[in-house]
């Protein structure tokens, strides 16, 4: 059974910021790993942490001279200035319960197959800014829905694309392509309009 880096969402208002980049890990220091940069296959560097439970798999599995293709969660405080959080590694052979032996080696086509490709990335938040001349819009994701009191839980996505003002408090469901370090708007979709009808900040 093939596992699916971008596991469907189970929860029609479930927020979430994930996406997977094929690239390099490079660490900033051998002795410590958990810190470094993603560099993809264009060349570009992004700032990347890599969290705990990823962590004790990049120790046992990982090749730091080969690419892998990387599980993230996007943080950015504009739209030049992505920073990754590693949550795991998607890799169909060693991973996953996947024979060796098939002859679907092709990673990108494996990919497809769920709907995915590099660089995508699946948003969803409440719509709280929209930048009609700049072309930007921000996504609000609270990590949990049960921890909304701890303000550090929440945190925002700037995004290059264009959505209407109307639709702003509106949860949106969105798919991102990453480009540089931009991420872009490819679609989206409303899933419940004006949440802050009944909900007091």
Known sequence: MLKNPIPKVTNQLQHRAIGIINGKFIPHDSEQLN????IDSKGE??????????LSLLK???DLRKSYYWIVYPKNKNTQNLHLQVAGIWDPY?????????S?????????????????????GELVFVN?????????????????KLKNKN????????ISL??????????????????????YEVIKKNLSEKKLE
Do not use: W
């Open 132 to 148: 009609t001349q700049k072309k930007e819009i921000v996504i609000k994701i609270c990590s949990d829905l049960k921890s909304k």
């Open 45 to 54: 560097k992004i700032e990347t942490v890599v969290l705990g439970r990823a």
């Open 94 to 102: 060693q991973l996953n319960n996947f024979p060796n032996d098939s």
């Open 166 to 187: 109307e639709l702003l408090h509106s949860f949106v469901s969105l798919d991102i392509n990453r480009d540089g370090k931009s991420l872009k708007l490819l679609k």
């Open 104 to 124: 679907k080696t092709n990673f990108s086509k494996l990919l497809e197959e769920l709907d995915l490709k590099d660089n995508y990335f699946s948003v969803r």
């Open 60 to 62: 046992k599995h990982i």
């Open 35 to 38: 810190r470094g940069f993603l």
């Open 155 to 162: 945190f925002k996505l700037v995004i290059k694309g264009e």
